[in-house]
């Protein structure tokens, strides 16, 4: 090969190799990397306190639980977990009446969950930890009435809000590229009744953190709300009941889930 052709092929490599990290897409971990591999979950629970996470009725969850702390986890009537359940030492699986668990359950697993316990604490007060760079003070959403929140392209938008509150049929939009990140933070009330719903235009699940801070109130998801993202409550409940469905990811102290309530775990497709 002529020495003049070989660097042009050198120099087209190159610059293939430059777009393609030009174009690489985001995730919340990029921005927040204490998060680790918590995204491999559909739902984590940090198991605080003496009270047990629960699944009832036709409640769904599409993936892999994990569970650490108290590590106690009961689903019954017809509530079908889609995957593996991961335990720990001192935990305990019940399955009741007509539950469905598709894969296995690995017990004795402290390790992975007590540093996934550790990675949830230090990526929520990460987050929290970010300046805002949008103004919104509360999302306070009813009847027909919706919110659009725009990033840019390799923009990480920043939200701190008090409360969290959609209703009637509502919609709060975030909209992007593939390489926008949006972190909210929310310090009181998250709400979701109705068939509210928060839609994602331009974004994945990964891209998108929702860190609701503190002891307060449980999270609620109802109706048939629609939640695209990851959900964050370190140090609350996270409930859904009636036909509520995130397409993500839950990481809460505990949960519980009932009526037709779904948790989706889609795979990350390369945009």
């Known amino acids: 090969m002529f020495p003049s052709a ?13 777009l393609g990290v030009f174009h690489a897409d985001a995730e919340v971990s990029d921005a927040i990397p204490q998060l680790g591999d918590l995204e491999r979950w559909t739902v984590f629970s940090l198991g605080g306190g003496n009270r047990p996470s629960k699944a009832y009725r036709h409640a769904l969850i599409d993936g892999d639980l994990g569970l650490a702390g108290i590590g106690t986890f009961l689903i019954g009537g017809h509530a079908t977990v ?3 359940i991961y335990d720990c030492s001192n935990g ?6 007509h539950a469905v668990i598709t894969g296995s359950i690995f017990y004795d697993q402290d390790a992975l969950l007590d540093n996934d316990v550790t990675e949830a604490l230090a990526a929520s007060a990460y987050a929290f930890s ?4 949008r103004s919104n003070a509360s999302v306070k959403l009813r009847g027909h009435h919706n919110i659009t929140i725009t ?18 049929t509502s919609s709060f ?52 709300s629609i939640f695209d993202g990851i959900l964050m409550a370190n140090n609350r409940t996270i409930e859904l009941k009636g036909g509520a469905t995130v397409t993500g990811e839950i990481i809460a102290n505990r949960f519980k ?7 989706l775990h889609p795979s990350i497709v390369s945009q």
């Open 6 to 18: 070989q660097k042009l092929i050198l120099t087209i490599a190159a610059s293939f190799i430059l």
């Open 82 to 84: 889609d995957g593996d």
């Open 92 to 97: 305990m699986v019940l399955a009741l009446n």
């Open 130 to 133: 970010l300046t805002p760079n």
């Open 151 to 168: 990033g840019a392209p390799g923009e990480t938008v920043v939200l701190s809000l008090k409360n969290f509150i959609l209703k009637g």
């Open 173 to 224: 939009t975030l909209e992007g590229t593939a390489t926008t990140t949006f972190i909210i933070n929310v310090r009181k009330k998250f709400s979701l009744k109705g068939n509210s719903h928060i839609d994602l235009v331009g974004l994945q699940w990964n891209q998108v953190l929702f860190n609701v801070v503190g002891t307060g109130r449980k999270v609620s998801l109802g109706g048939n």
């Open 257 to 263: 889930l009932r009526g037709s309530s779904r948790i």
